[in-house]
């Protein structure tokens, strides 16, 4: 039996059971990274929530009646001011201006970054990655098209006049509070709330991305992107639209606001508006603003794999805050090498007598991410169906394939050899490793203590800790 999808709606601040809008073609919409710099681990998280929602919904699909899955994640290459708030420099040429770099590059350059960590983390690519600049014109059609009744001009560019739209703010739940008291003042603004549609470029300024409009040369704002992006590819109306947390308070409400102007009604665009919460650190929550920010590469040059990270935040519920450290990475990691262990077993043993039954397994995971992608609870289910003995091995193998099509940790083609990842500052290689390791063997059964604990010592040197009586049977691990 199948169970109804729920989701949690941001707009409603309910969960609500999710029907599409077309069953045959699920319709969602994801913000995408603006492509300044390297995309930190918060980041991050927000692509596995979506990849979780894409697998769940992916995999639903036949039982449920639904067709295909368009999922699309765009590219923010232009537009995104320093501040979210719409204040100070536009991101990508302020990236260009310290580093004295052609911008077209910088931008190509971290999107290939952000595809990568992607891939590395197991998320599979959403239908299309549109990027911000092809669409430019676009951008201003879009405009063109609102500007009468729902924009005024200022002599830094046209601004949207969130008075003309029902009910702004709805999603982040504010019109007076500490959300417009986060967006910066303009002289000459109708209302604290109002924003940038279009930016003229200031006489003088030095841009290398700039375009001619109506309103003179410059530059979209951020939030337009995402409204022509996601009905040039979605329609006017469509599934889900999803992003961080942060985004609920300023980006969406604005993007909200252009979709019920261009769609001269309150329609909101997606019916389903989904939040990932913040990933935070005891320092506070994580951003680039700090300077200081952790990269997918600085966790692998700390010898951790990709998917360890990917655990740890399905560990997490998608809506709660996750506390990032060192040691709660390091548990995910042996997790995660539990769950290899276990699936090699399970393999070594896979032509054992056909016996028991599985089903019982795939209706509670089915039941656990059919519940607002409660992740958390599929996982237990996992450890239960990979241990449970009345279960042929060739049937918990077969029903492991359903758990890695939804939580995607690669379980059926993960190998422990994969998960020893050599830190950056280590200075032996595997080879010489497990070379080190034979002859230490050797030491140990000729009980020659002395030399085996010379060669743990010059291993340890090395960055490499041996694992004497782990019960994982790991002979040994990189060190942090």
Known sequence: MTTPLTLYNSLTRNPELFQPLDPANIRVYSCGPTVYNYAHIGNLRAYVFTDTLSRTLTWKAPAMGWGALTHIINITDVGHLTSDADAGDDKMEA?????????????????????????????????RFPLATDHVQAMIDFAVAIEAKHCYRLADGLYFDTSTVPDYGRLARHRDDEGESRIDPVEGKRHAADFAIWRASTPGENRQMEWDSPWGRGAPGWHLECSVMSQMYLGERFDIHTGGIDHREIHHPNEIAQNQAHSCSADTGATIW?????????????????????????????????????????????????????????AAQTRLKRLVQSVEVLRARSDAPDKGDAADYRQRLDAALSDDLATPRALP??????????????????????????????LTTLTRAALRVRPAAATLTEAEVEAHLAERREARAAKDFPRSDAIRDALAAGGVEVMDGDPLGWDWRPTL
């Not at 590059?105 to 590395?120: E, G």
């Not at 239960?384 to 995607?408: S, T, Y």
Request: aromatic letters at 10%; one cysteine or more; hydrophobic letters at 45%.
């Open 95 to 127: 990236a260009a201006k310290k580093t004295g770099q052609d911008i077209w590059a910088i931008a190509a350059h971290y999107t290939a970054a952000f595809k990568q960590n992607l891939s590395d983390l197991g998320i599979r690519e959403p239908t």
């Open 274 to 330: 989904m939040h990932n919460n913040f990933l935070v650190e005891r320092s506070g929550k994580m951003s680039k603003s700090s300077g200081a920010f952790l990269t997918l590469q600085a966790l692998v040059d700390r010898g951790f794999h990709p998917l360890a990270y990917r655990l740890m935040c399905l560990q997490a519920q998608y809506r709660s805050e996750m506390e990032f450290s060192w040691d709660n990475l390091a």
């Open 381 to 410: 289910v996992l450890d239960e169906l990979l241990a449970d003995k009345r279960i042929a091995p060739a049937r918990r193998l077969a029903a492991l394939d359903d758990f890695d099509a939804v939580l995607g940790l690669q």
